[in-house]
Nanobody
Framework: QVQLVESGGGLVQVGRSLRLSCAASGRFFSINDMGWYRQAPGKQRELVAVITSGGHTDYADSVKGRFTISRDNAKNAVTLQMNSLKPDDTAVYYC??????????????WGQGTQVTVSS
C-alpha cells in the first residue's frame, strides 16, 4: 500500500513563512506528478502547485511569486515553501501523487492533510 505522509503545517502570522513536506512510502514503480492542494472551510479543494517528475512546475495564480514547489525524486518527496503568507492561505493542505504501481496500474494517492492557519 502506498502512503503519503505530510508535515510542516501550523499557525503563523501574516507575512511569515511555512514549509510543507510530503514523502511517499510503500511499493510502487514510479511517481509522475506530485502536487499540493488546499481546501478552506466551505470551499472546494483547489490546486496550489504541481511538479512533474522532470521538474516542470505550475502554480495557482493566487500563490505565484510566493510559493515554491520542489521535489526530491530519490526520496519520493515533495516540498512546498510558502512565503508572504496571507489570511486567504488558511486551509487544510493535501499532498497528492500520481503513482504508477507495480504492474503499471496508475493511482492518485492523497495525504492525510495538514492545517495551515494564517492570523492577521
Amino acid at each position: 500500500q502506498v502512503q503519503l505522509v505530510e508535515s510542516g503545517g501550523g499557525l503563523v502570522q501574516v507575512g511569515r513563512s511555512l514549509r510543507l513536506s510530503c514523502a511517499a512510502s510503500g511499493r510502487f514503480f514510479s511517481i509522475n506528478d506530485m502536487g499540493w492542494y488546499r481546501q478552506a472551510p466551505g470551499k472546494q479543494r483547489e490546486l496550489v502547485a504541481v511538479i512533474t517528475s522532470g521538474g516542470h512546475t505550475d502554480y495557482a495564480d493566487s500563490v505565484k511569486g510566493r510559493f515554491t514547489i520542489s521535489r526530491d525524486n530519490a526520496k519520493n518527496a515533495v516540498t512546498l515553501q510558502m512565503n508572504s503568507l496571507k489570511p486567504d492561505d488558511t486551509a487544510v493542505y493535501y499532498c497528492n501523487a500520481a503513482v504508477v504501481r507495480i504492474g503499471y496500474v496508475r493511482e492518485s494517492i492523497w495525504g492525510q492533510g495538514t492545517q495551515v492557519t494564517v492570523s492577521s
